[in-house]
């Protein structure tokens, strides 16, 4: 757990001076950050109990963030979440490396009727603007821009901006 958090300060304050990593630890999202890292940290490694004590620390994402973050989900080292509020994420999403969160995004099941979990994978490197639903059994690649308010239900490559109402890639990089 304890590397997982240096390795999100480090990433987030890219080597920065003091300043910048004091600034971010006072932080109101990065205390979020370490919310969640201690629940998932829970939810695997503490005995018995440690089901009932991520339970408890999802309702207090709930209560106190406005969010709906499963500790269950599996998140890289370099999670940031830019605005801490209306975030939502299922417990089967699983994410690489440097994932960028705004406010208003969803990433978890298209399908209401089903209880099976069909919900994103996501590769390093991401970026998902407000209000964007990631929605659905599918593979996000590395190095990916996703606008804000876009909906995506389809795989996505590496190396694009995407962007619209579904979403489409309007630019490939590298």
């Known amino acids: 757990m304890f590397d997982t958090i240096k390795?999100?300060?480090?990433?987030?304050?890219?080597?920065?001076n003091a300043i910048k990593k004091i600034?971010?630890?006072?932080?109101?999202t990065f205390h979020l950050l370490l919310i969640y890292r201690f629940g998932c940290w829970c939810y695997k490694n503490v005995p018995i109990f440690g089901r009932a004590i991520s339970f408890c620390v999802?309702?207090?994402i709930k209560f106190y963030f406005s969010s709906d973050i499963s500790c269950k989900s599996k998140i890289g080292p370099g999670l940031n979440f830019m605005h801490g509020s209306d975030i939502v994420?299922?417990?089967?999403?699983?994410?690489?490396?440097?994932?960028?969160?705004?406010?208003?995004v969803t990433l978890g099941n298209k399908d209401t009727e089903t209880?099976?979990?069909?919900?994103?994978?996501?590769g390093n490197n991401v970026i998902i603007g407000s209000g964007a639903k990631v929605m659905g059994n599918i593979k996000i690649?590395?190095?990916i821009k996703i606008g804000a308010n876009?909906?995506?239900?389809?795989?996505?490559?590496?190396?694009?901006?995407a962007v619209g109402v579904p979403a489409r890639v309007i630019l490939t990089t590298k």
């Open 58 to 60: 999802e309702y207090l």
């Open 7 to 16: 390795e999100d300060i480090k990433i987030q304050t890219n080597n920065g």
């Open 115 to 122: 209880i099976e979990l069909m919900q994103p994978t996501i």
């Open 141 to 143: 690649g590395n190095n």
């Open 23 to 28: 600034k971010n630890f006072l932080n109101f």
């Open 89 to 104: 994420i299922g417990s089967a999403v699983v994410a690489g490396k440097c994932l960028k969160i705004f406010n208003g």
């Open 150 to 161: 876009t909906v995506v239900i389809n795989d996505l490559p590496d190396n694009c901006i």
